[in-house]
Structures are given as C-alpha cells and as structure tokens.
C-alpha cells in the first residue's frame, strides 16, 4: 500500500528526488514519514508531514538539505534530497499513519513501503 521510488547512485553534493505512492487505506493517511536505515545501524526518522502539506518535520542531520512534499491530488509524498553526503547511504522507507503523535518514532507508524537504497560515492 506504500510504494517508494527513486533511489539509486549518486556522487556526494548530488541531488535525488524519492517519491512514495500511498494506495489502499493508507491513502487517507494523516501522517506520511521518511525514515532510513544504514547497515548495521538502527532505523532512523529523516521527516515528515501532515495532511495538507503543513507542519513539515526534519531531523537535525538533514535540516536545509532535504525536503519534504505531499501532493494529495495523487496520493504521492516527495523527499527531495539535496547536497547528498556519503553518510546519507542508507536505505530509505516511507510510512504512514492515522496519528499526528510521535511522529519521529518508527513505533508511530502503522503502514510501511518497502524501501530504496540511496547510495551516496565520496
């Protein structure tokens, strides 16, 4: 019910646009969220927003680099990332939820995509 896209390959100071179509149930989702998992490394959340595009939410580590987007027209929630670092190589998950609570813990999400890898060269 969650399909994200996007990743790939890409040289450090580079650019990717994730994409995540919401379908199903998860089309009606409050809460749309980027989280992302490094090997050997525990998931992490990058950020979120709400419905309606409003309040969006970022993790330290990404502030000013990374942007998040949701067209509601198409079900679609956007990670724009920018000026890529090596340490932003991680596998990348969308999930949603009903809650608008505790959005920066992976707990909150009931709905999960099933990832993409983001691999950042130096």
């Known amino acids: 019910q969650l399909q994200a896209s996007g990743g790939g390959l890409v040289q450090a100071g580079g650019s990717l646009r994730l994409s995540c179509a919401a379908s199903g149930r998860t089309r009606s989702s409050f809460l749309m969220g980027w989280f992302r998992q490094a090997p050997g490394k525990e998931r992490e959340f990058v950020s979120a927003?709400?419905?309606?595009?409003?309040?969006?939410y970022y993790a330290n580590s990404v502030k000013g680099r990374f942007t998040i987007s949701r067209d509601g027209a198409k079900d679609l929630v956007y990670l724009q990332m920018n000026s890529l670092k090596p340490e932003d190589t991680a596998v990348y998950y969308c999930a949603a939820d009903s809650s608008s609570n505790g959005y920066y813990d992976a707990r909150t999400y009931s709905s999960w995509g099933q990832g993409t890898l983001v691999t950042v060269s130096s």
């Open positions: 927003i709400s419905r309606g595009g409003g309040s969006p």
